[in-house]
């Protein structure tokens, strides 16, 4: 008995969906954002979940620091390539698992602040709150021009120890970023 060409075996579907589970797993994922206006001032709130690999993982549950950057732009709608953006930032920050301690340790990279957390859900909850990020302040803005605000998270593979680099670049569970999102930032 032939089975028809245009239905998929069962095996290769269970493994497509395990595929597409596996890969939804870990990935950053940017939402609830509110950006905000106050005395002139544009303030980004916002929250990142972060969803490691499972190598991602176990680099960080045997000690390897993993360095995370936000990447925020305030930009026009319609802009050249070559116009200057109002606000191009990259933030940074890494978190490391202390064996010796049990505490997972979230460091801002930006100004030196640390925190320590007791598991790693609370570290990456920490980690994910953009909490009155200032922005733009209202007279650096065109009047009646458009402008959007699009953000980005990333795994920064070049922080990893040398020795797990080319692993890192070759492998998918590594690279793990957000993609762009935006949202309009409205004068």
Excluded: C
């Excluded at 954002?33 to 303030?43: A, F, L, R, S």
């Excluded at 950057?69 to 026009?76: A, F, H, Q």
């Excluded at 109002?86 to 602040?113: C, F, K, M, N, W």
């Amino acid at each position: 008995m032939t089975r028809p060409a245009n239905v998929a075996p069962l095996p290769w579907l269970l493994a497509l969906l395990l595929w597409a589970g596996a890969s939804w797993a870990a990935e950053f994922h940017i939402g609830q954002v509110h950006i905000e206006q106050q005395d002139g001032q544009y303030y980004l709130n916002a929250q990142i979940d972060y969803r490691l690999s499972p190598k991602a993982l176990e680099a960080l549950s045997n000690g390897v620091p993993l360095t995370l950057e936000v990447r925020v732009l305030v930009e026009k709608v319609w802009s050249s390539f070559w116009e200057r953006r109002p606000l191009a930032r990259v933030l940074r920050y890494q978190i490391r698992y202390h064996a010796l301690t049990g505490l997972y340790r979230v460091v801002d990279l930006q100004s030196g602040e640390d925190a320590h957390f007791v598991t790693r859900e609370a570290a990456l909850n920490a980690l994910g709150e953009l909490n009155r990020l200032p922005l733009v302040k209202q007279q650096q803005l065109i009047p009646g021009v458009a402008y959007h605000v699009r953000l980005r998270a990333d795994l920064d593979i070049d922080s990893l120890p040398l020795p797990l680099r080319p692993l890192a670049y070759l492998s998918k569970g590594w690279k793990l970023t957000s993609g762009w999102t935006q949202w309009p930032l409205k004068q």
